[in-house]
């Protein structure tokens, strides 16, 4: 399945099919990109992080594809189980400020999983 | 290794009154953020601490909010006077020193409730 972030905010997937959740970000002078996955009541959890200067990064059962031709990121799920249901947030670190670390945080992508 | 901590988990206040939400970074950490999030809707920033100062708080209102991070003890979203519009989700993050600072990571949140 995949979604288009901020145009298909709800994605549903049969469980063990792979999940592609796309993000779009506006700065080009961000250099910093991290997905996290929120459960309901709980607070954002890092899955997996990318630089400016990568264009693909992979972690357990996750890849994160940077285009910054088209500012556009992905985050695939491979065989998505269950436990991955949650809410997926793209989130950037823009450049432009010294000192500023602060991330600006994509719509979210609602991930359901089909047993 | 405790992660960020936050209290209360949930908080309810009448309108015009304060509310003092609490965030105990992570061990070893001495950045501090905080963000709002409403239902459905990503996180915004509000402002970026370290101990003792304000580095950004280009996220913050005007007025009726204020935060800090004293050399000792957590770091405080205080909210006078809440109005029903400040019932969301307010989650604290922290994040190491130095080379490291942009890797934050999530507390489970603060949920205000004003009636």
């Known amino acids: 399945g995949e979604s288009v972030g901020l145009h298909l905010p709800t994605l549903s997937v049969q469980e063990g099919d792979n999940s592609i959740i796309n993000c779009a970000y506006s700065?080009?002078?961000?250099?910093?990109f991290i997905w996290y996955k929120q459960e309901s009541g709980k607070g954002p959890q890092f899955i997996i992080d990318i630089r400016s200067n990568m264009d693909k990064r992979q972690g357990q059962r996750v890849t994160v594809l940077l285009n910054k031709t088209v500012k556009h990121l992905s985050l695939q799920i491979a065989a998505t189980q269950p436990g991955d249901s949650a809410v997926y947030f793209c989130?950037?670190?823009?450049?432009?400020?010294?000192?500023?670390?602060?991330?600006?945080f994509g719509t979210g992508t609602r991930l359901t999983v089909i047993p | 290794n405790a992660g960020v901590m936050q209290n209360p988990r949930h908080l309810v206040r009448r309108r015009g009154q304060e509310a003092r939400l609490r965030c105990s970074p992570m061990?070893?950490?001495?950045?501090v953020y905080w963000y709002r999030q409403l239902p459905e809707e990503g996180l915004k920033f509000m402002v970026y601490l370290q101990k003792e100062n304000i580095i950004d708080e280009s996220g913050m209102p005007k007025e009726r909010f204020s935060a800090e991070f004293p050399k000792e003890g957590p770091s405080i979203l205080r909210i006078q006077q809440v109005v029903r519009g400040d019932s969301a989700a307010y989650f604290c993050a922290s994040s190491p020193p130095s080379q490291r600072s942009y890797e934050q990571y999530f507390g489970p949140g603060t949920r205000l409730t004003v009636t």
């Open positions: 700065n080009s002078a961000s250099d910093y």
């Open positions: 989130a950037e670190k823009r450049e432009e400020q010294t000192g500023a670390n602060n991330l600006f």
């Open positions: 061990k070893g950490h001495s950045h």
